[in-house]
């Protein structure tokens, strides 16, 4: 962890944290992960919200805790060492809710943080694997007196089929680009799919979803969707290198601990000079992305200069990281790291599927050149 | 201008020609009608994936994920329904007698579609391979006369290789290795026989299979000297099946523990040991690393097919993908980074497939395939009628000669240098398919966004089936180690390959 754990508060989240998942998540990571096929965590789920990880971020005037950024990635990279499932969750409502604080919806989240009794209760569904002007299908809003409708269908509405709210970007009937519209999920017009199988994260369940003319209030003002996720999109981009970088560490541990005790050749995997290198490469990577993760949260909590363009940087960076360590935190383990008995599988998964929140990976990096690179704002490249 | 001798001194300098224009050596050299059947065997896979494979890729899939111990008898039964058991072997023991060095062809295909399920019929043959690879003529005509009339019968024969242990993966695989103290799986000589003790582990499709082909050990302190390679049937007394691995990804086939309790395996199962080596050329230890080359030279060729196949099936699903999907007004299919991604998608399916084709054609003039590859016998195989092959090899098969001739031609004749170059070729083959297909899996989830990462838009799966390729056969480090010592270190005197000088 190379977070600079300098105040009392921050190491005692990195210690409630880190707790808690080796707690209450580790041992249940492959029963968990078994989800749609297996139960829902709901009551891991709960036993987060009764620790206040979902409030982390929320300003203490609306009910939360109040922390910044760097906490928040604390308890992400702690969490996701051992189950990003949960980190996944976390982060959609995460989303969900920075999205509502830059469209001045702040009663909107102090009412629901007020209301809540439960996790289900506090949980705002989203979009959280696209950036929603990609070219997918969004559902249509039409205004009918004083209020809208929607009709039409959105994939993969992450944690859709757990939560009570989501977030739905959808298009406003004749007009351009995508607004954003606050909707209850428990209303008769919505039709959800089963937890959609996905590649990882299995236990942060994504539903399709079909709106009959289901009733939807708009978030923030209209058209302004695409502005409201840009401004989101950098924060939490860098929550998920956060996880990103708690996977990489999940994944070096359990390699090196396995080369630690298992023999081949009449020698310790650790022995043989070929297994050294590959284990450094994974030290090396997990080193550089602690660092860049921790660089970049010293940076936007200190509203440094050219801070948003550095952070994209670093949490690009980590991202792509984290693929290819996990990928070889199951071949350092042989063919033990492809079975689900060990953490390696997993953790493989949830980096490809992590790498993936917030939109389309390549377009991520060409929306980078547009905004910071050829818009003369000033980064810190030369 | 150049003499003779300088002309051979200078071609034998490293790279040796001979090692590095494989394909440009076989032409001519290699029948012709193998071209045509090549054609022909890509359009029998094609059928297959359309009919078969395609629509139950990802219901199998699906089944897996729900529950590990999913067996997948249906599409076992149904490949044998294709007769996709025997379209390699031989005529001479029965088969369809498709040349063996199409299989690769066939092998991209099917994973292009669904690796899980190629692997059903990939994994057959890779215990075909092993049993052909000890030329033990008399059980493999046996054997490969039950893979005929299972498909007859509509009850499918088919056989896996068990080498693999739960303390010795890169150990069982690698004569260097194999004295280390791993290795647990020992035979006992009795009178008529053998008894086995011990387990295997990760062995594919091993619950559904009937025939095992199996190594154990006299000695498990020198089991490299000592090994002994059988084939067991499923139901023989003490022999059982335990339990099934919970993988990640190709879920189309099964990984098995198969468990030995005082099995006595009788002398007319075993296909060699040191008793039957004696004889050789080599010695015990240096035959059974020829064995392994043998397998691995035809089998890891096998598995980059596969892994050209997968980055080919990450490939289309991408292509597919982009061509439908529109971002910034545009189809991502005219976005420049887009098909410059694609492009190098392509490339990289391209670049695996020569490398492959290149070990098969290694195979084909020095290796497993040679003597089908030879013109008179490929044409004798390929027009004389089935029958009086079948009736003729099948007589042969039991003498005792024919195992003595065949040994002498494939074990005895065979040149250290063409051991270096078929088992060199088969690892390069091996970790560039699988890197490939790996890498573009990759490149399809990046590509595809919340798309890629969905169970129903196949990329996903794609990328959870490719990452076993970089595994299993030996992983790819070990796989780079091999080609090393295959086809560099020799140049250079005191180098260490596998042994413990190397650090
Ligand atoms: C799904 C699946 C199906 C399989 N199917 C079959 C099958 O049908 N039949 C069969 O016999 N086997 C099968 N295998 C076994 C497979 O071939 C082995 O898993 C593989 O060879 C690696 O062995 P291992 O898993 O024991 O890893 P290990 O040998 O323990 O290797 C672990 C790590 O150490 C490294 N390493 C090991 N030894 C050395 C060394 N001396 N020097 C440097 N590095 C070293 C490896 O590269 C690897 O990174 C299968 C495996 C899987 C996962």
Redesign the pocket.
Known sequence: MMMALDNKELTLLHKTSREFARKELAPGREENDKHPFGPFFQHTLDQAFALDFFHITLPKELGGVGHGIEELCVVMGNICEEDSSLGGILFTHLLSQEILLRADEENRLKQVAADAKNAADFLIATSAMANPSEGWELPVAKKEGNSYHLTGSIDYVVTGGVARHALIPATIHSETGFSYFWTDLTQQRIDKSDPVLSHGLNACPAVDIRFNHAGAALIGEAQRGEEYFRKAFTPMQLVAAAMASGIMRGSFNEALAY?RD?K??G?K?KE?S??QM?LSELSIRLHVSEMLLSRACEAITQGEKGAESAVQAAAFHILSSATELTSDGI??????G??KDFGQEKRFRDAGQVQALLGIFPMKKIRFFREFIDSGIKTRNP | MISRREERMLREREPKFEDTLLSLIATGRQPKGIIREARKIIAIARKFNDEVARPASLVIDRKGLEDHRYLPWEYVKKANEYKLYTLFLPKMFGGQGYSPACSCYFMEELAATCLGMSNIVG?HY?GLTILLSTWNMKIAARICREVVEGEKSGSPCIL?????EPN??????NVE?MDKGGLGCHARRVDGGYVINGN???????HVSTWHIVQAYTALDKASETMVTFAVKTGQKGFSFGKQ?K?MG?KGSV?SELIFDECFIPDDQVCLDTEQAASLRRNIKETNEQLFAYIWSASRAGVGALGVGAARGAFETALDFASNHTIDGERMINHGWCQSMLAEMYKNVAAGRSLYSEANFANGMYGLLKLMNFKSIYYTNRFIPKAILLKLFSWICEKKAATWLFRLIYLDFQEDAEIDRVDGWGSMAKFAGSDAGAANCRMALELMGQAGVRHDRRAEKMMRDAK?LQ?????N??NR?NLFKRLVARSYEDVHT?SSS?R
Not at chain 1, 331 to 336: D, E, T
Not at chain 2, 160 to 164: E, G, H, P, S, Y
Not at chain 2, 471 to 475: A, L, P, V
């Open positions: 080369c298992r081949q050749g020698r995997l043989w070929l297994m590959m071949q350092a383990m042989g063919g033990v492809y079975m | 994994a890779l896996t290789l068990a080498m693999t010795a993966g890169t150990d069982s695989q290795f295997k582990i990760f062995i594919t499709m091993g691995e993988k190709q990984a076993l595994i299993y056969e030996g992983t480090q070990i180690l596998f190397t």
